[in-house]
């Protein structure tokens, strides 16, 4: 069982950066995949980013690649989401989300979810 909070999230001009940050429970952290997904309301979710069990490969939604870089510190437990030049096509609640070892794009795959943090950009 893995148990996620997700902090970080909040209002932020067009063009400016927020740190996501994604703290997990449990011994086995390393022992996870982990992924970003966003949600806007009235939306599907969206997938924005995921990195590998021990870090080495990162994937990215085309949305935001090039501006939001994922990684992890397996040490604290802890997975992060660096957002640069913020557009309010942003604006969404974010997720973090674990997955047992294999690293994957799609949210059914992942079997445990933070509650979100809200992420707003104005323009």
């Known amino acids: 069982q893995v148990q996620l909070v997700e902090s970080g999230g909040g209002l932020v001009q067009a063009g400016g950066s927020l740190r996501l940050s994604c703290a997990a429970s449990g011994r086995t952290f390393s022992s996870y995949a982990m992924g970003w997904f966003r949600q806007i309301l009235g939306k599907e979710r969206e997938f924005v980013a995921a990195i590998r069990m021990s870090g080495g490969s990162t994937y990215y939604a085309d949305s935001v690649k090039g501006r939001f870089t994922i990684s992890r510190d397996n040490a604290k437990n802890t997975v992060y989401l660096q957002m640069n030049s913020l557009k309010p096509e942003d604006t969404a609640v974010y997720y973090c989300?674990?997955?047992?070892?294999?690293?994957?794009?799609?949210?059914?795959?992942?079997?445990?979810w933070g509650q979100g943090t809200q992420v707003t950009v104005s323009s």
């Open positions: 989300a674990a997955r047992r070892v294999v690293v994957s794009t799609r949210d059914r795959d992942y079997d445990y």
